[in-house]
């Protein structure tokens, strides 16, 4: 168990340095990611969810195809509905293209990106890096902020 | 000749006018309505479940009956949308102050399985205190949805969970048990604040 737990620890270290290169890889550069923000989460069982505005500052469309972060084994990009009943559902939101000048939002009650299978808890006042992965092979990593269970925005 | 073919024309638009208002009251409020999910909740006084809060007292609709009442479904494990109306909730009542204190809110978990009592009164614990968690049996949760026309589903997810789907809207209720309307899921702060300050008055008016 001891040892499993390690392995898992060491995985999490390489995944990370892995994710805080990332950047450095070309094809992204017209990508801006802002206003970033998640909320802390109750020990690692549930999902957690982030939040953010991807803007396309350049001359062609971006398509988002991906997220990867050394917090979370599957993270996806996932979209909450509700219905004209008021029911709510959230689905997987597929490939997102962002036109050119044009930006997404990701925000609570509508996409996000929802972080399943947490490798360690969310704590209030932390940090951890999100890849954001593109058609063109491109990259974004952005540091994302962790506030409390109970925020409402990127100001808390 | 010209005035009775106005008077025609009239009579026929007001005919019209009329089938048009019919068949809209037929679809939307009349025996043509989508039942059951048009229907308002029921008072609180004609629902019937038996629940756990997070302090392990047991509840019912009964004891939601004296204050104005405030009552939302949803479960710990959705990190999204549940957050974000619990959040919301915590915004209104700390803008109602004092007058927070004098209302019910419960919030009522549609995923019993994994939303144990120990889990509820953790979770709620990070939000506002007056905001109560209430969990209990399957076919409990299962009436109490019935009585206030809430549906939920469980959807199995690609990880091998599950999510659950569920009305997100919130229930106001006046201090007799009465609904007063309900608040939109996400609905903004200065329609969901008056819309509260009803159901806390209706309590003064509604003593007749």
Redesign the interface.
Known sequence: MVKKLRYTNALAVLLMVAGLSAPALAGSEDVVVENAWS?AS?GV?????AYMTVRNTGEDAVTLTGLATPLAM?PEI?E?K?NS??????V?AGEITIEPGQSVALE??GL?A????LQEPMTEGETFPLTLTFSNGGEVTVEVPIL?????GPEG | MQRRQLVLYGAAGAGFLGLTLFVGWWRVDGPGAPEP?GQRPLPLSAMEFRLTDHEENEVGPGNLIGRPTMVFFGF??C???C??T???I??WLEELGDEASEMNVVFITVDPE?DTVEAMA??VG??HPVIRGWTGPEDQIARAAEGFRA?FER?P???G?Y?M?????VFLFDAEGELVT?I???EPREFAVPKIRRALTEDVEGAT
């Open positions: 909320r109750i069982n549930r999902p957690g969810a599957m996932h909450s509700t009943d008021g029911v709510s559902s959230m997987p609570p009650g996000h929802m972080l399943m299978k409390g269970i109970a925020a409402r | 999910k710990t494990y990190p999204d949308v957050p974000t619990l959040s919301d915590s915004g994994r953790e979770y990070y939000f549906s959807v997810t690609e990880g969970g999510t789907n569920h009305t997100a809207s309900m939109d899921y996400h």
